[in-house]
């Protein structure tokens, strides 16, 4: 139990952890903002690999063929991993997952909005793991070296697997556009689709990001959303050559002056109405999360009752001997 | 070896949560069939099996998303993953020993309902957990008495897939037995619903437990029913709810092309997108 005359002390080694790149860890005294800045942060991850595993999932029966199918299906599954890892780091910090989710499911906690965009065809599972989880990694990666010692080491797992299914994602347009036209359209159809809601990812612009600014100075957060995005931008168009699709944006091009490319502004009026609700897919997607919560209560309350029955039959019978 | 000290790993393999140095799951194992074998016999057995195997996963896969809690989706896929691939095998291994020549995704997307050979009780529609933990019980402990018998089979790559699935299967088991104990001795609510689940598998248990398939490749006669009445009555006797045996019926049903009206529309499903794009590589 730490008193108010301990605070100061215990804030300068905070400040001093974290000032010296070291990690901050669930038994350390921590501010309360950062604790929640944490819990928020951490909650709203776990959620989008949960949510994110819907657009993607619906694919899994109809996969053309056993190999991606399996593919997909242990994809899905490693976010669902992801998820139930990341609810682990933010119960260090004193969350509870039931609690987390009833967060989510009353819209009291976020998740990516990227999810709130539709999976129409195939080629969209292709297009998510090359785009979407590219997007994701670039977002990622600095977070192996967050200041929080639970989060940062989940992130490294994370960050693995996420590389592997961008690969896999790749794999599949690289395999698509050597197929049949139909299949090329496809692939250029899903590109147009998601380009612009991938670069959305990274968040608003950066003078308009009101968290980020102290989450940089805890070393919760690395780089700027501008700088991830730009980064991005860099990493995808020479994939997207050799992919031999176009990247819907008529103003990229490569900028010698600068050493990066130059694109387009992403229509951020769409990305603020998708977070507050308004996207193709938000509702769908709270009532699947929402429904299987609620459907699988009873199996829940069962295997506690049984838990609770074998407990009080082992005392028993430990009495009685 | 599929770990980070694998053959195909390169210096910069580290940053894959897996490696690269992915290996054939048969690595190692003969796949020339013994002098003598016969072929035909052996690829109706690998049929059965991986069409059971396909369907089986098929209806799991209808779990993602949806599953009670994440534990349970991540079990669920671990238990249709497994499926999956021994059906890849085992249909990759038909192909090769029945002289046509056809590929896992010809068994799995080009053939018709009546073509195809599983279990009719693997075939119904997911049903609610409950249903799926007491269908995965009763067919996950019919294919292991199986699989067992076929550890033994001359034929090398069945005798392999054998091999490994008597240990992914006895998994599957365990998982489907545990929760059906649990909701057996959980609440009214979870006894009710399993008592509702046992009637609705009722009908079909009967071909579950009397299955012949491999009969004629060495297991066992009657060594598949034992093992079914064995798990049935441990697994009752826990949960505390009454388990039927089944009624042995004459041999038709799935095993003879005969389905329920389910198999189409499971089979639209799963082959829609392939055959839309005749030609195409994914």
Not at chain 2, 136 to 163: F, H, K, Q, T
Request: hydrophobic share 40%; net charge negative; charged share 25%.
């Amino acid at each position: 139990m730490t008193t108010e005359a301990d605070e100061p002390e215990l804030r300068a080694h905070f400040e001093e952890t974290v000032a010296a790149d070291r990690r901050v860890e669930p038994r350390d005294w921590m501010p309360e903002a950062y604790r929640a800045t944490l819990v928020r942060q951490i909650a709203q991850h776990a959620h989008s690999e949960i949510i994110g595993m819907q657009p993607e999932g619906d694919w899994i029966t109809r996969a053309p063929s056993l190999r991606r199918k399996a593919i997909l299906w242990a994809k899905v599954q490693d976010e669902a991993g992801h998820g139930l890892y990341l609810y682990g780091a933010a119960e260090t910090l004193g969350a509870d997952r039931d609690d987390l989710t009833r967060r989510l499911l009353e819209g009291r906690q976020k998740y990516s909005s990227i999810f709130n965009y539709p999976a129409a065809t195939f080629a969209d599972v292709g297009v998510i793991g090359w785009l979407v989880d590219g997007a994701a990694i670039c977002n990622q990666v600095p977070l192996c070296r967050s200041s929080y010692g639970p989060y940062a080491r989940a992130m490294v797992r994370v960050c693995k697997e996420e590389s592997f299914h961008q690969r896999q994602g790749y794999e599949l347009l690289w395999t698509m556009t050597r197929g049949t036209a139909a299949q090329r359209e496809m692939v250029q159809d899903a590109v147009d689709r998601w380009w612009w809601p991938s670069l959305m990812m990274f968040g608003p612009p950066d003078a308009a990001s009101p968290n980020s600014e102290r989450s940089m100075a805890w070393r919760v957060k690395r780089h700027s959303n501008d700088e991830l995005r730009q980064r991005f931008v860099d990493m995808t168009v020479p994939q997207a050559d050799r992919l031999g699709v176009t990247l819907p944006d008529p103003e990229l091009r490569w900028n010698e002056e600068r050493g990066r490319y130059d694109f387009g502004t992403p229509d951020f009026a769409e990305l603020a109405r998708v977070i507050g609700g308004d996207g193709p897919c938000n509702r769908e997607r709270i009532a699947r999360r929402t429904a299987a919560h609620e459907d699988g209560a009873w199996v829940r309350e069962a295997a506690a009752a049984h838990a609770e029955r074998r407990a009080r039959r082992a005392d028993g019978a430990g009495v009685a001997r | 070896m599929n770990g980070t000290g694998g053959e195909g790993d390169g210096p910069g393999d580290a940053r894959w949560a897996f490696g690269t140095g992915f290996e054939d799951p048969l690595h190692g194992v003969a796949v020339e069939p013994p002098p003598g074998a016969d072929g035909a016999a052996v690829a109706r057995v690998c049929v059965a099996l991986a069409d059971d195997a396909l369907v089986g996963a098929q209806r799991l896969a209808e779990w993602v998303t949806c599953a009670p809690e994440l534990e349970i989706e991540l079990a669920l896929a671990n238990v249709g993953l497994d499926l999956l691939g021994q059906a890849r095998l085992l249909y990759a291994r038909a192909g090769q020993v029945d002289g046509s020549g056809r590929g896992e995704d010809d068994f799995a997307y080009r053939r018709a309902a009546a073509e195809f050979r599983c279990l009719r009780l693997a075939e119904l529609p997911r049903g609610d957990f409950a249903f799926t933990a007491l269908r995965m019980l009763a067919l996950s402990s019919a294919r292991l008495a199986v699989l067992d018998g076929l550890r033994g089979a001359a034929d090398p790559v069945l005798a392999a897939v054998a091999e490994r699935g008597v240990t992914e299967v006895t998994y599957h088991r365990l998982f489907a037995a545990e929760w059906v104990v649990r909701l057996g001795d959980g609440t009214d609510v979870s006894r009710g619903r399993l008592g509702r689940a046992v009637e609705e598998a009722g009908p079909w248990l009967a071909e579950v437990w009397d299955d012949a398939v491999g009969a004629e490749l060495g297991v066992a006669p009657g060594a598949v029913r034992a093992a079914c009445a064995a798990d049935w009555g441990r697994v009752a006797r826990e949960a505390g709810v009454p388990l039927p045996v089944p009624v042995p019926v004459g041999g038709s049903g799935g095993r003879a092309g005969v389905h329920t009206a389910h198999l189409p529309v499971l089979l639209a499903e799963l082959q829609g997108v392939a055959r839309a794009h005749p030609g195409a590589s994914w």
